[in-house]
């Protein structure tokens, strides 16, 4: 290598004598051949070191074709339950003991070709108590809110570059790749070492031409130099290393000639690359606006899905949203009209006249795209309130027919036909006035129902009903004729109205809610449960925020404005019931709720007579989760006061005030809890101080205890009380759950008295 760089007159940079093996090796590899063909080049040394890669596509590539994921028919998520649930003395006012029973549970979420989504509820339970009956209920439901909200998700989750197949924005980025790749063509070859050495080359020789140019004019034959005395010797004649002689030509033409070539070959370079630049730039920026089309297609998909005022609307904004078929199931319009389809279990709830709230088992239905239909027909039960009441049911059935114009949620009319067997549980309903308890009447009625939206944020709904005639109400000609009283117009006690309004201001954020209804004496519906007396009700609730939505204050009052299968059949009531509530919420704050409001409490007489009781309660928490020298905690105050009498309630605590307070700590691995509470009545104080520690051994692993401390003051019975209960999660299995304990609960003669409680719950959750 020396003797190379000796020879040639290579000068060597600064700090290298000798050329790396690794610098003097080029790779030159022939595709059509198995082995690489090696050739070594002279090193030329440069002061850097110049990697360039190119990656050059075929023109005639086609669109990459990509394959979409596969999507199952069928998802299945939610969970399963089975409870066992044991007590040895039950805290009712009814003795019994030793009760357990059992639950098995499913909520399941179904969803067809992951567009679809439908839910299966399933439910069953059994016990050997005759308060609480066995059941078996399910309910298959698609509602337009769950389609809504898949839809809502995959919009959430719907990426642009996904979408990136398209043809219009996949020729794009083909385009740039293209453009890309022919600017680095030209950037590689003008900073190539081997061009610029070109370069210099040239110039070199274009110099040196210029040289041999002026040289070779001086070596003309015979050129004699004058005598200047100088020495025995003159000059003589002048002569020229061969390889400074001219050839034939001018040396300085030919070079200029080649750096000429070459100088205009660099600058049409950097010629087409400033205007490859300026289409690139062209093509990012129809690239990125088109992009944008797809991202804002996106935000402006979750924007419809939120803010559409009803499903009518919704499905206007998507189709004017000219979204991509991907993002839109088949038959959204339509399924979007759909607002519920029920099969089962299920909650009938339409109008204030004609049936509210109920629960049915049966079939119903609402589809509403721009005019409006609805139907339900099942089996009744008013008695979901299962743990009293447990025998003489009578079977109860209705069946309802709603038709109309308009959307549900904004202008509308609407016209009700219902019919049915109901049950009248009321006394003195029978003919003659004697008291049949469990006294079966066929009624039928219709209802004209209408919607004013007067603006976005406040509406009035009005509705008008006549049903048929209770059985003892009929004359003597008509008593068989339950439609027949339906159209005696000339008779005005089986009429009803209803008048709801309610307004939004947001200026201040204020809501307001009213209702007035007036029922006649004869009226029937499947919302109301007594006949018998005329009656008016009215209800009137305001909601104010105060402080940007810190403090909310919510207050009401109403008339009359209950029913309830265990009011006389003359009931009628002019207590007006009041209730408020104010809740505080702030930043770093504990969150504050107090509230006045009734309640109420089943008594029951003798085993067919039952009376229920209203009081007023008092309640007051204050909560607040927050960090503490690094270690999170959270704490819990409540009081409670009862302002009931005990000759109008069987409950232990009549008249009393309640005191809770409780503590827990998270310490990594541990959860502390403690708290104490204090109850006092005329009669005597209960004292109580409890504390438990659950410990999360392994991810699969939860163990836990506890003991609770009792004083009961006057009686001076002190007790104490403990609880274990453990939770082990087996993989692909579920998770099983454990609890013991020994507790006290009220009992007869105003003690506590023990029972003995224990729980085994099994849940797989997919």
């Known amino acids: ?42 090193f030329r040394p440069t002061g850097y070191d110049t990697v360039i890669g190119y990656y050059e596509r075929n023109k005639n590539n086609r669109l990459p074709v990509v394959v979409p994921p596969r999507t199952p028919l069928l998802t299945v998520h939610g969970n399963v339950m089975y409870d ?40 069953t339970r059994m016990g050997n108590s005759s308060l609480f009956r066995n059941l078996t209920d399910f309910n298959l439901q698609f509602t337009s809110r769950d389609f809504k909200n898949a839809m809502l998700q995959r919009a959430k989750s719907w990426d642009a570059g996904k979408y990136a197949q398209l043809e219009e924005l996949e020729k794009l980025r083909m385009q740039l790749e293209a453009k890309q790749l022919e600017i680095n063509k030209l950037r590689g070859w003008k900073t190539d070492p081997g061009l610029l050495q070109r370069m210099v080359e040239a110039r070199e020789r274009a110099y040196y031409g210029r040289i041999k140019d002026s040289l070779a004019a001086l070596d003309k034959p015979e050129m004699e130099m004058p005598d200047l005395n100088i020495g025995k010797r003159g000059l003589g004649r002048l002569e020229l290393p061969d390889d400074m002689k001219g050839k034939g030509g001018s040396e300085k033409d030919k070079a200029d000639s080649a750096l000429k070539k070459l100088t205009a070959s660099y600058e049409g370079a950097d010629r087409k690359l400033d205007s490859l630049q300026a289409e690139l730039a062209k093509l990012q920026a129809l690239y990125k606006k088109q992009e944008g089309i797809y991202n804002s297609r ?62 049915i088992l049966g079939v119903q239905a609402e589809y509403n795209p721009s005019y409006y ?3 339900a027909t099942g089996r009744v039960d008013y008695r979901f309130r299962d743990f009293f009441l447990n025998e003489n049911r009578s079977r109860q059935y209705l069946n309802l027919v709603r038709a109309g114009l308009g959307m549900r949620d904004g202008n509308n009319i609407i016209m009700t036909y ?77 009429e009803a109205y209803s008048v709801k309004a309610s307004s939004f201001w947001p200026q201040t954020g204020t809501k307001i809610n009213g209702m007035y209804k007036m029922m006649g004496a004869n009226f029937q519906s499947f919302s109301l449960f007594t006949t018998g007396s005329s009656q008016t009700a009215w209800s009137i609730r305001v909601d104010q925020p105060f402080f940007k939505q810190q403090l909310i204050i919510s207050g009401s009052i109403k008339k009359n404005d209950f029913t309830t299968n265990y009011q006389q059949t003359n009931y009628q009531s002019n207590t ?55 270690i999170m905690m ?48 005329p009669e005597y104080n209960l004292y109580g101080a409890d504390g438990n520690v659950q410990y999360k051994m ?28 453990a939770r082990v999660t087996i993989p692909l299995l579920g998770e099983i759950a454990v609890m013991a304990e020994k507790a006290f609960i009220p009992g007869m003669e105003k003690r506590l008295v023990s029972s003995n409680n224990g729980r085994l719950t099994y849940t797989k959750t997919f």
């Open 1 to 42: 290598m020396s003797d190379y760089y000796r020879k040639w007159k290579v000068k060597l940079p600064q700090r290298q004598q000798y050329p790396q093996f690794g610098d003097s090796l080029y790779y030159f590899v022939n595709g059509d051949n198995k082995a690489p063909v090696i050739l070594v080049v002279p």
């Open 84 to 123: 066992l649930f044991y007590q040895s003395n039950i805290d009712t006012p009814f003795v019994q003991k030793d009760v357990y029973q059992h639950t098995v549970q499913t909520s399941l979420v179904l969803t067809y070709k992951d567009r679809y989504p439908i839910r299966l509820n399933f439910t």
């Open 298 to 359: 996106k935000s402006a998909l979750a924007d419809i899905l939120i803010r559409s005022k009803n499903n009518k609307e919704l499905a206007e904004n998507l189709k004017a949203a000219n979204l991509p078929d991907t993002m839109l199931p088949k038959g959204y319009k339509h399924l979007l009209a759909i607002r519920s389809v029920g099969i089962g279990r299920t909650l009938v709830n339409y109008s204030e006249l004609t049936a509210k709230d109920i629960s």
């Open 373 to 375: 239909l609805a139907f």
């Open 418 to 494: 219902y019919t049915g067997k109901k049950q009248v549980y009321n006394f003195n309903t029978a003919p003659g006035g004697t008291n049949t308890g469990n006294l079966e009447q066929r009624i039928m009625g219709f209802s004209l129902e209408g919607r004013w939206q007067l603006d976005e944020n406040n509406y009035i709904i009005g509705e008008a009903a006549k049903s048929s005639l209770p059985t003892y109400a009929r004359s003597g000609e008509d008593h068989s004729s339950a439609l027949g009283s339906v159209f005696k117009l000339n008779d005005h006690s089986n």
């Open 576 to 630: 007006v019931f009041k209730s408020i509530q104010a809740t505080l919420r702030r930043k770093k704050w504990p969150v504050i709720t107090v509230g006045y409001y009734p309640s109420s409490q089943i008594t029951k007489l003798t085993d067919d007579s039952y009376q229920e009781n209203l009081f007023y309660n008092l309640v007051g928490t204050a909560s607040h989760f927050y960090t503490y020298r690094g």
């Open 634 to 681: 959270s704490t819990v105050f409540s009081y409670t006061q009862f302002y009931n009498k005990q000759t109008d309630s069987n409950f232990l605590y009549f008249n009393s005030k309640n005191m809770m307070l409780n503590q827990t700590i998270f310490v990594g691995k541990f959860t502390i809890n403690g708290g104490g509470s204090f109850a006092t009545n």
């Open 698 to 725: 392994r991810t699969w692993l939860e163990i836990g205890g506890g003991m609770k401390y009792n004083y009961q003051t006057v009686y001076n019975l002190t007790q104490i009380g403990y609880s274990g209960n």
